[in-house]
């Protein structure tokens, strides 16, 4: 009997004993997870740091080389007129000319921000610990969506994207619904009550597009139809699109402009001649010399022949590391350099 109870006794203490070690690995396990989540979370802001640092370094590396670019290119510039000035009034009045009108007029060819990517050396550069990637694109090479008009907007999914012409116009007359400030629905388009109607959790808010990612949101539009657009789009400038730096899908928005037209235009941006204004356009493509006689204003008025602003856009990062910090600089010409006239970190 005492045997029975000793063993009794002995398993439950061995029981006991395995039940402590269990809880005390359990305590140890949830103590190293927590340390090393700290550890991470850490890391993550060190690294978000180095990213951010690397972002920033990226955007003002791109900016110094359109600066230097520009002003190299302005001195040229200021030196043949001078030059060329028959008096010292003249001279005087060159020398107070800004960058900005010494470019009035020059050869697109000798623009020097006509291919800012072309500025940037590698795909990648290294800073400290941490990399960068720099993209450069002219602003008028991307359709604004807060200042293109129905027309260029329906041209652009229709034309541009081949989106069949109903869902285009569908789309055009809701963005213009959504950008408008009241509660009138378009034929085709659609306010906060139809958004209600069909159960939308997000309603037009009757203001600006202030994010791309709000397209995804709009009347009609599909994930896939998102997807194509958003890389020809922005939200920056002034609206004018460069005939010689737009890429097809955005051209093709231009009120008037056909398919031929723009085909005869990259054939001639490709064969390195491009127009200086709407009179040497219209004197080398008929198709363009149609639309602008159609559109008039219309036309006229949505068109530029060079790079006036540029968007750098940088992502930073750690290699290894989770974190990448993005960050979006325009400039434009200035006396200067390239002033900046936007900037957001992301």
Not at 275 to 299: C, H, K, S, Y
């Amino acid at each position: 009997m005492r045997t029975c109870r000793r063993e009794r006794r002995s398993g439950f203490a061995l029981v006991a004993t395995l039940w402590l070690l269990i809880a005390l690995g359990a305590v140890g396990l949830d103590a190293a997870l927590r340390s090393r989540a700290r550890r991470q979370a850490a890391a993550n802001v060190l690294d978000g740091a180095r990213a951010r640092a690397a972002a920033l370094a990226g955007s003002e590396y791109a900016r110094s080389m359109l600066t230097a670019a520009l002003l190299g290119q302005a001195e040229e510039l200021r030196s043949e007129a001078m030059a060329s000035a028959r008096s010292s009034r003249s001279r005087r009045t060159v020398e107070r000319r800004s960058v900005s009108r010494l470019f009035r007029g020059v050869d697109p060819l000798e623009d020097p921000w006509r291919s800012p990517q072309d500025l940037i050396v590698g795909d990648e550069m290294a800073f400290g610990t941490a990399r960068y990637a720099v993209l450069m694109r002219d602003v008028g090479a991307a359709l604004n969506l807060n200042e293109a008009n129905e027309t260029m907007l329906r041209q652009f999914f229709s034309m541009g994207l081949r989106v069949d012409y109903a869902e285009a116009d569908k789309i055009a007359q809701a963005i213009l619904d959504w950008r408008d400030e009241d509660e009138i629905p378009r034929i085709n388009g659609g306010e906060r009550e139809e958004y209600m109607r069909e159960g939308a959790l997000v309603l037009p808010p009757n203001r600006d597009f202030v994010a791309i990612d709000e397209l995804r949101h709009v009347q009609g539009m599909t994930p896939e139809i998102y997807t194509r657009a958003a890389k020809f789009i922005t939200l920056i400038g002034d609206g004018d699109l460069n005939v010689n730096a737009a890429p097809e899908e955005v051209l093709l928005a231009i009120p008037g402009i056909n398919e031929a037209t723009v085909t005869e235009l990259l054939r001639l941006r490709d064969s390195g001649t491009l127009p200086r204004n709407d009179n040497q356009l219209a004197g080398m493509v008929p198709g363009a010399a149609t639309a602008i006689e159609a559109e008039g204003r219309a036309f006229t008025r949505r068109t530029t022949y060079t790079t006036d602003q540029v968007e750098i856009l940088v992502e930073g990062w750690v290699d290894g590391g989770l974190v990448r910090v993005n960050s979006r600089v325009v400039v434009s010409r200035g006396n200067t350099g390239a002033t900046v006239v936007w900037r957001e970190t992301f």
